[in-house]
């Protein structure tokens, strides 16, 4: 109950603290408050709701995040092994295809990496997305709008509010592209 | 017919999970297999029952902030305790080396969760063996967590020290915190949206009447603001000295005198 109500309460503070869509791709900061609404794209604002559109519509989840960076100045002798990634299972994850300084023959080389996907079905139903607060699952989706794809979703939760809601992950390697 | 597809469907519906579970039990092992091949050069070590045992959250509320508590089962035979958070970048938590003044008995600090995860705690014994024991746990984006203040208002206090004790001769328990942001790298400034430089403690000494109770080595997994709990053989009386260092070889010394009764 008291989860339900903290829930809630984040949701509404998410929903007031949002900025309004921009018309094109986002290109500032790729970390930071996201809109709750992406036209020509439905919004999944809760866990659930990716669970349920997911299954309903035997939909594609694309995960964007970004491949894992060793920081600088760790100190010597650290061990640094990042693990295999996990993701909502059936993902296929594309590394940073929502960055918006993605260059003209690597955004495309994404959408072709969709069109495969997809077998070129562009009312396939697909779902994007990457962490909470991660304009790259964003921008990723707008991409696919604005390529033509009628079904595209937006789960804004990302992997974080996968994981909280206690569904299970995937490991998994990115798709070249 | 509908009965085979039926039956077709459910064995389908019932081993899937099954399938997946024992293929990430595989990829849990594998991933297990290779740090420990990094972390220790030589003997591997053994899973053994009945000398450590892990205690953490199932289900982490807060991936930043997961408490754990090791529990060994004969404190005489330790030397130091490893604890590894499996599926995070740089997995090794912590390594507490402990002195003639410890007592081992019981270990408790709050960890970073980057993924669903298995945590390794080590015990390394006084002949050299190496015994180990695991623990799944569930928390993810524990790595990535921006902190509760700014971060040059973070620094500021970094350092701060909090000792409190429960003295009983010869069991004598006490919980330490030290105020660091302990910057991983990997968190963004919520001001500046670039991301914060690591910074965080490395290395924290105490000692009891001038007699180790451990050296203790950590890296980013480490929560911020460390909290380590640890017993040691008091005789009621003396002072507790510690010292902490950070990676930007900021260091901090404070000494806690023991009251006669507690406090």
């Known amino acids: ?177 | 017919m509908r009965t085979l597809a039926f039956v077709a469907v459910l064995a389908c519906i019932l081993t899937a999970p099954v399938a997946r579970a024992e293929e990430d039990e595989a990829a849990r092992a594998k991933r297990w297999h290779e740090l420990a091949h990094l972390i220790f050069n030589g003997p591997q070590p053994v899973n053994l029952p009945g000398w450590i045992t892990i205690d953490a959250p199932t289900r982490a509320l807060d991936a930043a902030l997961v408490p754990v508590t090791l529990t060994v089962a004969d404190n005489r035979q330790v030397k130091s305790l490893y604890l590894v958070v499996d599926e995070n970048p740089s997995p090794v938590a912590a390594h507490i080396l402990f002195g003639p003044a410890a007592d081992p008995h019981t270990i408790t600090m709050r960890i970073r969760v980057d993924q669903y995860t298995d945590l390794h705690a080590v015990v390394e014994t006084q002949d050299g063996r190496l015994i180990s024991t695991a623990r799944f746990i569930k928390a993810a984006g524990g790595c990535s967590a921006p902190g509760s203040e700014a971060p040059e208002l973070a620094l500021k206090s970094a350092g701060k020290m909090k000792l409190r004790f429960s003295n009983q001769p010869g069991a004598a328990h006490a919980e330490l915190l030290i105020k660091h942001p302990n910057f991983n790298g990997m968190q963004m400034d919520q001001a500046t949206r670039f991301y914060t430089p690591a910074r965080y403690i490395k290395s924290i000494d105490v000692a009891y009447n001038g007699q180790r109770v451990f050296h203790l080595d950590a890296d980013i997994s480490m929560a911020s603001d460390p909290a380590i709990g640890f017993g040691f053989k008091s005789d009621g009386t003396g002072t507790l000295a510690v010292q902490a260092e950070d990676t930007a070889h900021a260091t901090w010394h404070q000494d806690f005198p023991i009251q006669p009764h507690g406090t």
């Open chain 1, 1 to 177: 109950m008291a989860l339900k109500q903290t829930t809630c309460f984040l949701l509404l503070l998410l929903a007031a603290a949002a900025p309004p869509e921009p018309a094109g791709l986002w290109t500032g900061p790729m970390d930071g408050p996201v809109p709750a609404t992406l036209a020509g794209a439905t919004v999944l604002p809760t866990p659930l709701a990716a669970k349920i559109f997911i299954s309903r519509h035997h939909a594609l989840p694309i995960d964007v995040s970004a491949l894992p960076k060793k920081p600088p100045n760790m100190a010597p002798g650290m061990i640094w092994l990042p693990a295999s990634h996990q993701d909502i299972p059936g993902s296929a994850w594309l590394p940073g295809a929502g960055r918006a300084s993605l260059a003209p023959d690597r955004a495309k080389a994404f959408l072709d990496a969709v069109a495969r996907l997809t077998r070129n079905d562009h009312a396939r139903f697909i779902v994007v997305y990457c962490h909470p607060n991660c304009w790259g699952s964003w921008n990723a989706a707008k991409r696919l709008v604005q390529a033509g794809y009628a079904h595209v979703a937006w789960y804004s939760g990302g992997i974080e509010g996968w994981a909280a809601a206690d569904y299970p992950l995937q490991r998994t390697e990115p798709v070249a592209y």
